[in-house]
């Protein structure tokens, strides 16, 4: 449950850059909207990146598949060492 709700943070989280990149290239002129979708996109880009703990691995949906293939290949190598 976790992961699922990093992974919906992450997809809202790009949903608003994508929004603020249209709106930072929708009018030529300089407007005081074009400047808070820029500073939002300069903010977006400091501040919030994928929760990686330790720094080892991203906390996203794909997590649990990937976990579950860690089990998988560790499960495969430790039978082949059982029947060798």
């Keep these: 449950m976790f992961s699922l709700g990093c992974e919906r943070f992450n997809s809202g989280l790009d949903h608003i850059r994508n929004k603020c990149a ?14 808070t979708a820029k500073n939002i996109l300069r903010l977006c880009d400091v501040r919030f990146s994928k929760m990686r703990p330790c720094g080892l691995f991203a906390v996203d949906a794909a997590l649990p598949l990937q976990l579950l293939g860690l089990v998988a290949t560790y499960c495969i190598v430790l039978l082949q060492f059982a029947f060798l």
Excluded at 28 to 34: A, F, H, K, L, T
């Design 22 to 35: 249209i709106a930072y290239d929708s009018s030529p002129e300089r407007s005081i909207s074009q400047k």
